[in-house]
C-alpha cells in the first residue's frame, strides 16, 4: 500500500506570495491532518479534514486555510507569505473514524523556505 | 489532551535497551498514550499506543504504570538507526479528531 505522498517537496517563495501544497493520504484514510514545524515552535497542529469537512483547527492566523476532495486529498494554503512561514509543512493521514484510536500515517513533508 | 514531560535527551549504546520516560501525572482514564518519533528530516513515525496494558509490537514495548501516571517506551536492541526525537503524546480516542500535541520530545543518540 502507498504511503502518504506531499508535493512538492521543495518550494521557495517570496514574502507577499501565496503558496498550495497537496496531500495524497493512504488509499482508504478519510482523515488528513495538517501540521507546521518550525526550529522555534517544533510541531504544532494547523487543522485536519474529515470527508471534506474541516473537524479541528489549531491556533494559527486566518491566512492559513485548507480544503479535502471527494477523494480524501488535500491542499492547504498560505496567503501573504511572511519570512515565519519558512517550516517543514507535514500531512498526516488516518482512517478517522469513530471507534479509535487510530494512528497517524506522515508524508515527508513540503519544505517551505520564505525569502 | 493531558500534558506531558520527557527529558530533552539521551543516550544509549548500539545492541542495548532504550528506556525512554514519559511523565503524565495528569492522564484521563480514557486518554491514550502515544508514541511517535521523528528521524531528521523526515515526517514522524507512529511506534505504539496503550491504554492499561503493557503493549508489545515489532518495534518496541511500551510500560505503562498502573496509575497510568507514567509510562515507558523500551527499544529492547537499539540500532544507530533508532537514532531520532521520540514523543510521548496523550490524547482521548474518540471520533471528535485525530489532532496530536507535540511537546519538545526526547532527542535519543544511539552510539557505537
Known amino acids: 500500500k502507498a504511503g502518504v505522498t506531499q508535493t512538492p517537496r521543495y518550494l521557495i517563495k517570496t514574502r507577499g506570495q501565496q503558496v498550495t501544497l497537496s496531500c495524497s493520504p493512504i488509499?482508504?484514510?478519510?482523515?488528513v491532518s495538517w501540521y507546521q514545524q518550525t526550529p522555534g515552535q517544533g510541531l504544532q497542529f494547523l487543522f485536519e479534514?474529515?470527508?471534506?469537512?474541516?473537524?479541528n483547527k489549531g491556533n494559527f492566523p486566518g491566512r492559513f486555510s485548507g480544503r479535502q476532495f471527494s477523494n480524501s486529498r488535500s491542499e492547504m494554503n498560505v496567503s501573504t507569505l511572511e519570512l515565519g512561514d519558512s517550516a517543514l509543512y507535514l500531512c498526516?493521514?488516518?482512517?478517522?473514524?469513530?471507534?479509535?484510536?487510530?494512528?497517524?500515517?506522515f508524508g515527508p513533508g513540503t519544505r517551505l523556505t520564505v525569502l | 489532551d493531558a500534558k506531558t514531560t520527557q527529558p530533552p535527551s539521551m543516550d544509549c549504546a548500539e545492541g542495548r535497551a532504550a528506556n525512554l520516560p514519559c511523565n503524565h501525572s495528569?492522564?484521563?482514564?480514557?486518554?491514550?498514550v502515544y508514541w511517535y518519533r521523528q528521524i531528521h528530516s523526515q515526517g514522524p513515525q507512529y511506534i505504539i499506543h496503550g491504554l492499561k496494558n503493557n503493549e508489545t509490537n515489532e518495534m518496541a514495548s511500551l510500560i505503562i504504570t498502573e496509575d497510568r501516571k507514567s509510562s515507558t517506551l523500551i527499544l529492547p536492541h537499539a540500532t544507530l538507526r533508532d537514532t531520532a526525537v521520540y514523543y510521548c503524546?496523550?490524547?482521548?480516542?474518540?471520533?471528535?479528531?485525530?489532532?496530536?500535541?507535540f511537546g519538545g520530545g526526547t532527542r535519543l543518540m544511539v552510539k557505537p
Open positions: 488509499s482508504g484514510h478519510r482523515s
Open positions: 498526516a493521514s488516518s482512517l478517522g473514524t469513530s471507534g479509535g484510536p487510530h494512528e497517524q500515517f
Open positions: 495528569t492522564i484521563s482514564g480514557n486518554e491514550y
Open positions: 503524546i496523550v490524547r482521548v480516542a474518540n471520533n471528535a479528531g485525530n489532532m496530536l500535541t
Open positions: 479534514y474529515f470527508s471534506e469537512t474541516q473537524r
